[in-house]
């Protein structure tokens, strides 16, 4: 898989239920009160139903342990996580917590991809691309050796993590985008998301 290019077309979609009433524009950089209020909301409502944290964060790619896949982190979906982690334990979110999550300059992208050595990872970049615009990221990170796979001993033989962040003032958060990992052997994966359809 490292020597081709692989593009994933897929729909954004954020695990819901009936309880959830999901913001219009969750890629915010500015979410009003009111949607601030909601989002801790729905964190508190998510531990009530004991449902983890992670149910917030935005996913795209693959739904299955053998093809490349990732999710996002808007603002929004920190601060459910963040009061849904809280609530588990009995907390609540202070005003502190509250600022530190929307005073963050950037949204965090993590992404899987696969390849055939241990250290296939290393020095992997990410970039988004709108329109012809690319985006570079502010931080980078990848797994230094990579985990087997579901398909291991056959090939993709490893799986590895390659996350990055990229500031919010940078993209357009209603723009489709490609994100884009480039492996430092070679290839690429790229995931097509319509960032206006997040939810």
Do not use: C
Request: without cysteine; negative net charge; charged residues 15%.
């Amino acid at each position: 898989m490292n020597s081709l290019r692989v593009m994933v077309s897929v729909f954004v979609t954020v695990a819901s239920a009936p309880w959830m009433i999901l913001p219009s524009a969750a890629i915010d950089a500015q979410p009003t009160a009111e949607q601030i209020r909601a989002a801790l909301d729905r964190g508190n409502e998510a531990a009530q139903q004991h449902n983890p944290p992670d149910i917030f964060h935005v996913r795209f790619g693959g739904t299955d342990d053998m093809h490349p896949r990732g999710f996002l982190v808007t603002k929004l979906g920190s601060l459910s996580v963040m009061a849904t982690h809280m609530a588990l334990r009995g907390l609540e979110p202070s005003p502190a917590d509250i600022a530190q999550v929307l005073e963050a300059p950037t949204m965090l992208i993590s992404t899987i991809i696969f390849g055939n050595v241990p250290s296939f990872a290393v020095d992997s970049y990410m970039v988004l691309d709108q329109g012809g615009k690319t985006i570079k990221p502010v931080t980078m990170r990848f797994d230094g050796q990579a985990n087997r796979s579901a398909a291991w001993p056959d090939s993709p033989r490893f799986k590895a993590k390659v996350v990055a962040s990229f500031n919010y003032a940078d993209f357009d958060p209603m723009a489709k985008t490609a994100i884009t990992v480039f492996p430092a052997n070679g290839g690429e994966v790229s995931f097509l998301l319509d960032f206006a359809q997040i939810k």
